[in-house]
């Protein structure tokens, strides 16, 4: 049963997954990861700072094309640059990039574990693996995630998810790279245009950013790791190539907190919204668009810094911003 | 964005707009109701327009509108809606074209008056020209619309166009790729400056100021094989500030490192100081590590060769002395290595054009080498003079050793290879990277044979000697690569005749050695006692003074101790230079100063005077008669 969720689509959803519990667990999770495999794994060795020793162009420190962030020890965040084809290093604090790595292709999502980093490159459509020092280490998931646009990784049970683009769905692996199940949604709740993942180690639940479907609905889907839908927050109706009707209405990359609170980016307002997991309702709004004396344009993902600060990856301004 | 959403976007607006005018704020599930009410809608018109500015450009608030088109069309956003392919990478308008004041926005070329009409993409069917006013009519029902190269220019890339080079709306510049998908090359994440497409399908034809390159793959030598792809070029060819005006190449071991770059801002080809930059560069990758480690960096797999960049430092080709006019690249006369991409002559050398009268890669000489070795520079070392004299085919010998075809020098050049069907180059015996007077071979010609030469080229005993076992290397019937075998083995093969003919190690008593050379019987004379190399002006034997001689012979032999010539002094003038024997004709005695015999210089056979010929009796490989 579905954890409490406000909202419109409320109904729809409950009954949805009622009426078709079974179906989900059956057809969303197509291979869901055995009782071992969800056994935790032993706690990453103490955190690695990352620190590039690969050549690169000092060029890209000036950042054209920000898409995804990731946390990293020592302060540090990761920063996906599609233009650049490369992952930088950022500094919390200046908010400023100092090292990069040449990724062979076009990364979108990137992670961080350990000593690994992983990457969604969009052009091989593979995940790729490097060292804390940006050398390339291995590739998973050769045409199982198409366009993987985020991912997310349970650092405790070494599952990677990745929001496969081209199947609209999440794909789920071990850090191997082995095909652990697929998450779908179904009906309803089918993923029509999913963006950004984010996971709740605690909940062991799966949150989804999703564009919806033409006539739809924005929306946060939840799953959990079994891939059955526990919940979603509905943004703008009526969706179209203009946006949605209130709401947001083109979520982009989210992260969770420990306090149950969820900052999502909304790339066409151009602001963060907070919500609040146990209620569905924005508790508050960071950052503003340019065009309203902020700091953000396109802000494509959200991710929280050491201290607990959202940052955010301002696509348009070829920017990190932290909001406050 | 596809046509069907483009016509649909305007309905939308409208419709939408009234919907959210009517609904409630409260369809925000789960915002409270200060939050929503602080959001813009984004389907309204004020989302994108402010009311209440004074035209109707001022009315477009540009940031939010462009945000709207690229909250689906930036990388990361959704790659499909609604079942069809949403395009990605029109990331950023900004670059050499189309940046602000000109542009900043999708909705120059793209905005919802494109629905009206047949245009794809939401381009509208008029555009007004910010530059020479009036609206233009725009034609865009396909891809080849951009600019169709028809007089009349209602392309949308034409419509608005009156500085470019081409395609201009007035047909005042010339059609370059008409009716081709302009956007391949000139793609929006570029501002629309040219970097798109492959580097080959631009550099295949001349692109402003550049040549053709693509082409010069297919030479003879060459970086990269043919078809070279963009990777190819990139090992070499930093593009970060591709069309600023330069050419910069990467410092290949610090690939990415744009501050380390090598920046030409003229042509190398022609241009002495910007060829002279390039040195670092050539050595950058033609080391040991190649390219950052990958040696062969090219899709073709080719081993970079090497060269000892401390070797270089100190070689004679190395003319540090001349400051920037030599260099790896240049025409020929500041530097050997032209165009990083071909050559029709071996390793790239210049000019890249084969000479008239030889096929590919057959003229090092006559084409590069000895253009510089010549009587004007700059190599103080002449060597085109002498091997300009007419090629001295040995027809008056006789015997086994009247090959017709046999030539009185290394078979270097194309006249001679085709006559004797040998061939050797300049290279096989010198490397030009490493060549100093102290070390001017190659260490080891033939590394499959037992002969090591050594370094000391100076030194040599009875027992062995450096040069000799460098002559040997070749002139033991194998040979190095590259390098082809002559029609008489008696002069190749000296090796395998060297003990059965003597060769001064003959220890019988009828060699009437002359006393006071230093020559003992038993001795092994070494090559360079009686030989040189190269065609030199002064190996008069046999005629006047300038007249190539038979296989290099000495003017004056050598004694055993090396370091002085020797005279036989009864028989010459006090200049050795006109100091004529005669070997292959011993009654020619025009010179009032001969008489005497090459031969004679060591042997005292006095018996042999008036014969006209000792070599038709005496010879390498001749059953032990020499």
């Known amino acids: 049963m579905p954890d409490t969720i406000r909202g419109r689509a409320f109904s729809a959803i409950a009954a949805t997954v009622l009426v078709g519990i079974a179906l989900f667990t059956s057809a969303c999770f197509e291979r869901a990861p055995t009782q071992d495999q969800r056994e935790p794994l032993a706690e990453p060795s103490d955190p690695v700072v990352p620190v590039f020793d690969q050549p690169f162009d000092h060029t890209w420190l000036d950042m054209r094309s920000p898409i995804r962030l990731a946390s990293a020890p020592g302060g540090k965040l990761l920063v996906s640059d599609s233009r650049w084809h490369v992952v930088l290093r950022v500094d919390e604090e200046s908010r400023t990039a100092d090292q990069a790595f040449l990724v062979d292709g076009k990364p979108l999502a990137v992670g961080m574990r350990g000593d690994q980093i992983f990457v969604g490159n969009a052009t091989t459509n593979t995940v790729d693996v490097f060292g804390a020092s940006g050398g390339f280490s291995y590739s998973f998931g050769d045409g199982a995630a198409p366009y993987p646009t985020d991912l997310a990784i349970d650092d405790a049970l070494g599952l990677v998810f990745v929001v496969a683009g081209g199947t609209r769905d999440v794909k789920v692996f071990s850090l191997s790279g082995e095909l652990q199940g697929t998450i779908t949604g179904s009906g309803g709740a089918r993923l029509q245009s999913p963006t950004g993942i984010a996971v709740d180690e605690g909940r062991r639940e799966v949150l989804v950013s999703d564009y919806g479907a033409v006539g739809g609905h924005a929306s946060v889907k939840i799953f959990d790791y079994d891939g059955s839908l526990v919940g979603e927050i509905t943004g703008g109706t009526d969706c179209g190539v203009t946006g949605c009707s209130g709401g947001f209405s083109r979520p982009q990359g989210l992260a969770v907190d420990g306090t149950g609170l969820i900052y999502l980016a909304d790339a066409l307002l151009g602001q963060v919204l907070v919500l609040d997991r146990a209620s569905g309702e924005a508790v508050a709004m960071l950052g503003a668009h340019a065009s309203d004396g902020g700091d953000l344009r396109l802000p494509m993902d959200v991710v929280l810094g050491g201290r607990g600060e959202p940052y955010v990856a301002s696509n348009g301004t070829a920017s990190v911003e932290v909001v406050r | 964005m596809s046509g069907g959403y483009g016509r649909m976007l305007l309905v939308r607006l409208l419709v939408a707009g009234a919907l959210t005018l009517g609904s409630p704020a409260a369809s925000y599930i789960g915002v409270s109701a200060g939050s929503a009410l602080a959001q813009r809608q984004h389907d309204t018109c004020d989302y994108c327009h402010n009311l209440h500015g004074a035209g ?83 034609v865009f029902e396909d891809t080849t619309d951009f600019a169709d190269g028809d007089a009349t220019y209602d392309g949308v890339c034409e419509v608005c166009h009156t500085g470019t080079s081409y395609h201009r709306q007035d047909g005042g510049m010339p059609a370059h790729n008409p009716q081709r998908d302009c956007v391949t090359c000139h793609g929006h994440d570029t501002g629309f400056a040219a970097a798109g497409g492959s580097c080959t399908d631009c550099h295949n034809g001349t692109q402003g100021s550049r040549r053709a390159v693509v082409a010069e793959f297919d030479r003879a030598s060459h970086h990269a094989a043919s078809p070279a792809d963009s990777a190819d070029c990139t090992v070499c060819h930093d593009q970060s500030q591709h069309q600023a005006g330069s050419v910069r190449l990467w410092d290949v071991d610090d690939p990415g490192n744009t501050a380390a770059s090598i920046v030409l801002s003229g042509d190398p080809n022609t241009s002495a100081t910007e060829a002279a930059l390039l040195a670092r560069f050539c050595l950058s990758c033609h080391d040991s590590d190649g390219a950052a480690g990958d040696t062969s960096p090219f899709s073709d797999a080719v081993t970079v060769p090497a060269v000892d960049s401390a070797a270089w430092t100190a070689a004679s080709h190395n003319r540090s002395d001349l400051g920037s006019e030599v260099s790896c690249y240049g025409d020929g006369t500041f530097g050997c290595h032209i165009s990083g991409h071909g050559s029709e002559k071996l390793n790239m050398l210049a000019p890249d054009t084969v000479a008239a009268t030889a096929p ?97 080229w100076y030194y040599y005993a009875a027992t062995s000697d450096t040069l000799s076992e460098f002559c040997l290397d070749c002139h033991d019937g194998s040979f190095p690569t590259g390098v082809l075998d002559h029609t008489s083995p008696q002069i190749v093969n000296i090796q395998s005749t060297w003990a059965a003919d003597g060769m001064g190690a003959r220890t019988g008593s009828s060699v009437d050695l002359r006393a006071g050379n230093g020559w003992a019987i038993g001795d092994v004379i070494p090559c360079q006692a009686c030989h040189t190399t190269h ?36 028989r010459k003038a006090s200049d050795p230079e006109i100091y004529a024997y005669g070997i292959t004709n011993n009654l020619d005695k025009s010179d009032v100063t001969s008489g005497g015999y090459w031969c004679n210089t060591c042997h005292v056979r006095l018996s042999m005077t008036g014969k006209e010929n000792c070599y038709g009796c005496h010879r390498h490989g001749d059953g032990g008669r020499f």
């Open chain 2, 360 to 456: 590919a890669n057959a003229e090092q000489e006559e084409g590069f080498c000895l253009n510089c070795h010549d009587s004007d520079g700059p190599s103080s070392v002449d060597l085109n003079t002498a091997f300009s004299q007419a090629i001295n085919w040995v027809q008056t010998a006789t015997g086994l050793n009247s090959n017709p075809n046999l030539n009185d020098r290394h078979d270097i050049q194309y006249a001679a290879q085709q006559q004797s069907g040998a061939k050797i180059e300049c290279t096989d015996c010198h490397d030009p990277h490493t060549a100093t007077s102290d070390l001017p071979f190659v260490l080891d010609p033939d590394t499959a044979d037992a002969h090591v030469p050594g370094t000391d």
């Open chain 2, 56 to 138: 109707y450009e001022q009315l477009v608030d540009f940031a939010r509108a462009e945000d709207l088109c690229m909250s689906c069309h930036q990388d990361g956003a959704p790659l499909t809606y609604n079942g069809e392919t949403i395009p990605k990478g029109v990331a950023v308008h900004a670059g050499t074209k189309h940046v602000s004041p000109d542009t900043t926005s999708c909705r120059d070329c793209h905005d919802h008056e494109g629905e009206v009409g047949n245009n794809l993409s939401l381009i509208p069917l008029s555009m007004d020209n910010r530059y020479t006013g009036g609206a233009r009519s725009i």
């Open chain 2, 535 to 570: 065609m030199e002006l002064d190996d008069d034997i046999g005629g006047a003074p300038g007249t190539p001689s038979l296989f290099r012979v000495v003017d004056t032999v050598r004694n055993k101790a090396g370091d002085a010539f020797l005279f036989f002094k009864d």
